[in-house]
């Protein structure tokens, strides 16, 4: 989150520091998206992380229509929790043998994502709402609810088919 | 979560190292949270970060009968992921100056540790069913359902209390 200086003093501040946080973690999701692509065997699958790659594009120009309106640059601030998370998904991808377990542990890996992203786009969205931001507020729910629809596809994708085969 | 062991082979083994992240990452959870609880100003924050103490405790406690259950001792695996989230909490703790706009801040950091929960116990309660372990799917799902709880509530505080004094 980077919430680490004395400079955040009102809800204003601490609004943009929290889109630096998403938008930093946004920018670090695509340069992990390709490596979980190209791990993944079962095709739902790198389908799905295929076109949620194309999706996070679409996020970040989004944040960045989001800062726009707020009259800021854009601009990223370090996250160690989305670090953490990708750090996890990096070292998975590189360290389970079985091609089907690999699966289900990216798979829990991108749900992780996914849930930083759920709770971050909803608390900007509670606070852009209460600042009176709703082009920001209404910009950010498209965001919001395309994760989410990410996360269920990831879910079904796991229950469906990758974890009864790694399991079997 | 602490997957980077090339011993991870089968989705048993998965399921144990995902098992010992949540494990870690909630013993984490119980060491911040006395900290979250001083700071928060608001009276039902306060409240709900003291009753989500003991909860954490019984999830704790929960997860040690989980491991029994598959014949482990409990232990857990530094898993960078809540240790991001858990310092950014910290760091929030220590930095925002406004009471409010710290209780705001409080809860956005504290949901994220929901979501980070929610996110493992929904994969492990979906591996623990496939790999016919019911009753610590069945364990878990108790614990799941109170994170959720947890997190709507916190929902609650912040768009009924917090964000609105901290936005006025």
Known sequence: MGLFSKDIKTMDDLFLHVLQDIYYAENQILKALPEMM???????????????????????????QAFELIGK?????KCPAID?????????????DDKKVLDAALIA??????????????????WAGELGKEPVA????????EEKAADKK???????????????
């Open 84 to 96: 953490g998370i990708i750090d996890e998904a990096h070292e998975i991808a590189g360290e389970v």
């Open 38 to 64: 190209e791990k993944a065997t079962n095709r739902e699958l790198t389908a799905a992380f295929k076109s949620h790659f194309s999706e996070t594009e679409k996020h970040v120009q989004r944040l960045e």
């Open 154 to 168: 990831l879910t079904g994708i796991a229950e469906k088919k990758v974890n009864l085969k790694a399991a079997g």
């Open 138 to 145: 209404k910009l950010l729910t498209t965001t919001l609810n």
């Open 109 to 126: 890996a991108a749900q992780a994502v996914e849930h930083y992203e759920i709770t971050r786009y909803g608390t900007l969205i509670a």
């Open 73 to 77: 640059s854009p601009k990223g601030t």
